[in-house]
């Protein structure tokens, strides 16, 4: 028998985020409104896209003896089962895949690994399908009242469920109902802003960062949850936009918005465990106004000792716009020593679109300091030390 082997994504774990599509370069993945899907003929299993999906949903490669079509898994609701290999001959068509699946489990293959000294994480234990139960011990607005930006900070405890997760991490909330085809709603991501030892040290609980978004279904569920109430957690997820433990690390976090709850999460752990720690820790956050940024007031009562902060804001009045990228170039002289020291790490999280302003920053810094950014940036990401999460 010939077995072929098809790059597929599992639609029970997909979030249907997009990120995958944007990254393909060759266009194999497409989508309608029920599945993401990948092309047999177009793949060439580069794995460019599995890197950046944070779920792990895109990574699927299974075995067939004729291989699923587009409009076969449109209609999927679930993955199926893999062909067994046992005395087939296995045909990896396009022919590049062999090739490229071996580069990339020697190498890196186009995906980022964590961080060397990053802790090992547990990833989907609880699914939409088998989710956990959690139960809301704090919803609280911390933008300003009449701020346009409506922030929650969001407490879930766990109680006697285990739900091991790592700064970096996100977890899957499943808002309850049908979406218009009667069907479950798919989950909804939010990335942990607290350490892993719990919002508060010792609980089994943790906290989100969450934005209403107009007339989103998962948003606006999780900032009008009250006290009390449970919700459905998937996950966790993620296992590469993890914090180094290695109390060396030189973070360099960027961030707006809710980009901001990982970089919570980094700066707690290290806080509560490494305050004298002898790297450093940099913030680069931007927002439009003091009074929409989340955590601000927390923030700045961190002691500088433990943190470098560098706020940026686009909407002051009679001031000019500040966006991250132009705190960046205005700490060069900071950033140059750390950018080619080997225990520093770049973190980007929010906004769809800032890796670019950012990438051009950095650029800019390199290039007049005798350095080349590129490369710079492509050992940093083959070393698990350049870090991007954006949605
Ligand atoms: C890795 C990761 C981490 C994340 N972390 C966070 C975090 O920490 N905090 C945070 O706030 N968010 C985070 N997000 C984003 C979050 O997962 C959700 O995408 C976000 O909350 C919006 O979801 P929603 O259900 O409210 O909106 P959705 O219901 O998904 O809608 C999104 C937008 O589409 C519009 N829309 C929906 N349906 C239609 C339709 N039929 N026609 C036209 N328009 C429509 C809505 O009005 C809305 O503007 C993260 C995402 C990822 C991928
Ligand atoms: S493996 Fe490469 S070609 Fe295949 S879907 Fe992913 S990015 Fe596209
Ligand atoms: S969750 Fe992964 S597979 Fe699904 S759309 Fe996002 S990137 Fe693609």
């Not at 994504?9 to 249907?16: L, Q």
């Not at 139960?135 to 407490?155: K, L, P």
Request: hydrophobic share 35%.
């Amino acid at each position: 028998m010939e077995l072929r082997r098809q790059h597929l994504i599992d639609p029970v774990v997909c979030i249907r985020c997009n990120t995958c599509q944007e990254a393909c370069p060759v266009d194999a993945i497409t989508h309608d409104s029920n599945n993401y899907v990948v092309s047999y003929e177009k793949c060439t299993g580069c794995r460019t896209c599995v890197s950046p999906c944070p779920t792990g949903a895109i990574d699927n490669w299974l075995l067939t003896d004729a291989p699923w079509t587009l409009d076969e898994q449109f209609g999927w609701e679930e993955l199926p089962e893999s062909h067994p290999a046992l005395g087939a001959t296995i045909i990896e068509t396009p022919a590049e895949v062999t090739t490229l699946l071996d580069a990339a489990t020697t190498a890196t293959g186009g995906r980022v690994p964590a961080p060397a000294s990053a802790a090992q994480p547990y990833t989907n234990i609880y699914s939409r399908e088998a989710p956990v139960t959690a139960r809301v011990a704090g919803n609280m607005r911390i933008t300003a009242e009449g701020a346009e930006s409506d922030i929650h900070h969001v407490v879930l405890d766990f109680g006697a469920n285990a739900f091991p997760f790592l700064e970096g991490q996100s977890i899957g909330l499943i808002p309850p109902g049908t979406d218009d085809k009667g069907r479950p709603y798919n989950i909804r991501l939010y990335s942990v802003a607290s350490p892993r030892e719990g919002e508060r040290s010792g609980y089994n609980n943790l906290a989100l960062t969450v934005k209403r978004v107009s007339g989103g279904i998962g948003s606006n569920y999780v900032c009008d949850l009250k006290k009390d109430d449970e919700v459905q957690v998937a996950g966790p997820f993620g296992d590469a936009f993890l914090m180094p433990d290695d109390p060396e690390a030189n973070i360099v976090m960027i961030c707006t918005g809710t980009g901001a709850a990982p970089f919570r999460a980094f700066t707690e752990r290290r806080r509560r465990n490494a305050a004298d720690a002898s790297g450093k820790l940099m913030l680069f956050f931007g927002s439009r106004t003091p009074s929409e940024l989340p955590y601000f007031g927390p923030l700045m009562k961190l002691p500088k000792s433990l943190i470098d902060v560098n706020l940026a804001f686009s909407r002051l009045p009679d001031k000019p716009k500040q966006y991250v990228q132009d705190k960046l170039r205005e700490r060069a002289a900071d950033l140059v020593p750390l950018l080619p020291h080997g225990k520093t790490h770049i973190y980007i999280c929010g906004l769809k679109g800032m890796e670019q302003g950012c990438d051009e920053a950095f650029a800019d810094i390199c290039r007049l300091n005798g350095m080349d950014w590129a490369s710079l940036r492509a050992t940093l990401r083959a070393e698990g030390r350049y870090h991007v999460e954006t949605y």
